[in-house]
């Protein structure tokens, strides 16, 4: 990269970062070789005074997936799991509830796992993107049991939290130590990324991380129970470096055999997403939730990678400035809209149903309602409005259980009631 692209993106990105109001902001870019740029705007808080750096360390979210699945084929690699072989061989308690088909934990692999066609729903009872609580990873886990499947097993991609989590706590029984010590030890350490961790008490103790912002909110955790899948916090240039390892074809660390496994894929491989930056074919993985946005993608035939880490949800940047950041490097036009997977077709559901009607529920994160969701009947068949604006409709699996056009379950018989596995607080008719 030339020094006046350089100063072209450093105006560009301070520009944006004032025009939205971002908090904080890193930015790096890699070859195989090397970092070419790496550069923190804002602070670490909107209102404090301690600048972002290229060693800043951000929550990544979901782009902690890849580092769970890079681990995960490490595991393969060294004969601990294997990729086709049923989840109950290595969690033998593991049971899972579906419409489609008896005991379908033993169809489920960690292939299945880490691609999202396990047909798992995104929410676990215990410890989600609605309800944190203190749970503990393997509380989280465990508690994937109660879940119902949205599909038959291996039909399609639809993607959720809950395979890689249970991908990350295969890892942690099978090696007898804590995931977030067995991926420092595997995978982490191995490639020098000393301020890159899923451990929550070396995040927390960490002065100069930055601190999530959402709109709505006063405070967000910074310890999740969805740790394999999203708990991940690292800085602009060890995620470079994590990058670089993809570049790299592996290094000396994972066989080309089985990185060449997680990119297999139309849209999504094991752990990597699939996507078009400008007309050019980019791998890696967005990230949102708790104040954080982020994007990590590399462009293998053009041999490089893009970082963006943000400390706020409230703007447009994550994909919008990743995909400029290629383009202009690599020449193109203005960049298309972030990827997002097609949605199933819905099948057609009737029959009559019965039970308690008419009903509004608000839904929570934390003490902030979130939104607001309808229970309905309609012309003899039952309807769900959505918080989210989706309406769907219900057949009654058996009293008091209901399962979506989308395949997810409604369950009136818990106190509280919950959708997905969310829980819904019933608001009272207005007097």
């Given at each position: 990269?030339s020094?006046?692209?350089?100063?072209?993106?450093?105006?560009?990105?301070?520009?944006?970062?004032?025009?939205h109001?971002?908090?904080?902001?890193?930015?790096?870019?890699?070859?195989a070789?090397?970092?070419?740029?790496?550069?923190?705007?804002?602070?670490?808080?909107?209102?404090?005074?301690?600048?972002?750096?290229a060693?800043?360390?951000?929550?990544?979210?979901?782009?902690?997936k890849?580092?769970?699945?890079?681990?995960?084929?490490?595991?393969?690699?060294?004969?601990?799991?294997?990729?086709?072989?049923?989840?109950?061989?290595?969690?033998?308690?593991?049971?899972?509830?579906s419409?489609?088909?008896k005991?379908?934990?033993?169809?489920?692999?960690?292939?299945?796992?880490?691609?999202?066609?396990?047909?798992?729903?995104h929410?676990?009872?215990v410890?989600?993107n609605?309800?944190?609580?203190?749970?503990?990873?393997?509380?989280?886990?465990?508690?994937?049991?109660?879940?119902?499947?949205?599909?038959?097993?291996?039909?399609?991609?639809?993607?959720s939290?809950?395979?890689?989590?249970?991908a990350?706590?295969?890892?942690q029984?099978?090696?007898?130590?804590?995931?977030?010590?067995?991926?420092?030890?595997?995978?982490?350490a191995?490639?020098?990324?000393?301020?890159?961790?899923?451990?929550?008490?070396?995040?927390?103790?960490?002065?100069?991380?930055?601190?999530?912002?959402?709109?709505?909110?006063?405070?967000?955790?910074?310890?999740?129970?969805?740790?394999?899948?999203?708990?991940l916090?690292?800085?602009?240039?060890?995620a470079?470096?994590?990058?670089?390892f993809?570049?790299?074809?592996?290094?000396?660390?994972?066989?080309p055999?089985?990185?060449?496994?997680?990119?297999?894929?139309?849209?999504?491989?094991?752990?990597?997403?699939?996507?078009?930056?400008?007309?050019?074919?980019?791998?890696?993985?967005?990230?949102?939730?708790?104040?954080?946005?982020?994007?990590?993608?590399?462009?293998?035939?053009?041999?490089?990678?893009?970082?963006?880490?943000?400390?706020?949800?409230?703007?447009?940047?994550?994909?919008?400035?990743t995909?400029?950041?290629?383009?202009?490097?690599?020449?193109?036009?203005?960049?298309p809209?972030?990827?997002?997977?097609?949605?199933p077709?819905?099948?057609?559901?009737?029959?009559?149903?019965?039970?308690?009607?008419?009903?509004?529920?608000?839904i929570?994160v934390?003490?902030?309602r979130?939104?607001?969701?309808?229970?309905?009947?309609?012309?003899?068949?039952?309807?769900?409005?959505?918080?989210?604006?989706?309406?769907?409709?219900?057949?009654?699996?058996?009293?008091?259980?209901?399962?979506?056009?989308?395949?997810?379950?409604l369950?009136?018989?818990?106190?509280?009631p919950?959708?997905?596995n969310i829980?819904?607080?019933?608001?009272?008719?207005?007097?």
């Amino acid at each position: 990269m030339s020094k006046r692209m350089v100063a072209e993106l450093q105006r560009y990105v301070a520009g944006l970062v004032d025009e939205h109001k971002v908090p904080g902001l890193a930015v790096g870019i890699c070859d195989a070789d090397s970092v070419l740029w790496c550069a923190g705007f804002g602070c670490t808080r909107a209102d404090g005074d301690v600048a972002i750096s290229a060693e800043t360390m951000f929550s990544v979210q979901s782009c902690s997936k890849m580092y769970t699945a890079t681990a995960v084929m490490l595991a393969v690699q060294d004969g601990l799991v294997e990729l086709d072989a049923p989840v109950p061989r290595y969690l033998p308690e593991f049971r899972v509830n579906s419409s489609f088909e008896k005991r379908p934990e033993r169809l489920i692999t960690l292939r299945h796992l880490l691609s999202h066609t396990a047909g798992f729903t995104h929410e676990a009872p215990v410890g989600s993107n609605y309800r944190i609580g203190r749970a503990s990873f393997e509380t989280h886990c465990r508690s994937i049991c109660d879940t119902w499947l949205r599909f038959p097993v291996g039909e399609r991609y639809e993607y959720s939290n809950l395979g890689i989590d249970l991908a990350g706590y295969i890892l942690q029984r099978r090696s007898g130590m804590p995931f977030h010590e067995y991926v420092r030890r595997e995978l982490l350490a191995p490639l020098g990324l000393q301020r890159t961790t899923f451990d929550a008490k070396m995040i927390r103790r960490d002065t100069s991380r930055a601190t999530g912002h959402s709109r709505g909110y006063t405070r967000l955790p910074v310890r999740i129970p969805v740790i394999a899948a999203g708990g991940l916090y690292t800085t602009a240039e060890d995620a470079c470096r994590y990058i670089q390892f993809h570049l790299r074809g592996g290094e000396s660390l994972l066989s080309p055999e089985l990185l060449q496994e997680m990119y297999a894929g139309q849209q999504y491989g094991l752990g990597i997403a699939i996507a078009d930056a400008n007309g050019v074919p980019v791998r890696g993985h967005g990230g949102g939730g708790f104040g954080f946005l982020s994007d990590m993608y590399w462009a293998p035939t053009e041999n490089l990678g893009v970082v963006v880490l943000t400390n706020s949800t409230d703007h447009p940047l994550q994909w919008q400035l990743t995909t400029e950041i290629f383009s202009r490097i690599l020449g193109g036009s203005s960049p298309p809209p972030e990827p997002a997977p097609a949605k199933p077709v819905a099948p057609e559901i009737s029959g009559e149903v019965d039970g308690p009607w008419n009903r509004e529920y608000a839904i929570h994160v934390g003490s902030v309602r979130d939104g607001t969701a309808r229970l309905r009947k309609e012309n003899g068949a039952l309807f769900f409005d959505h918080w989210g604006g989706e309406t769907v409709r219900l057949q009654q699996h058996r009293p008091g259980l209901y399962i979506s056009t989308t395949g997810e379950v409604l369950d009136l018989t818990t106190t509280p009631p919950t959708y997905a596995n969310i829980r819904l607080h019933e608001l009272k008719p207005a007097k």
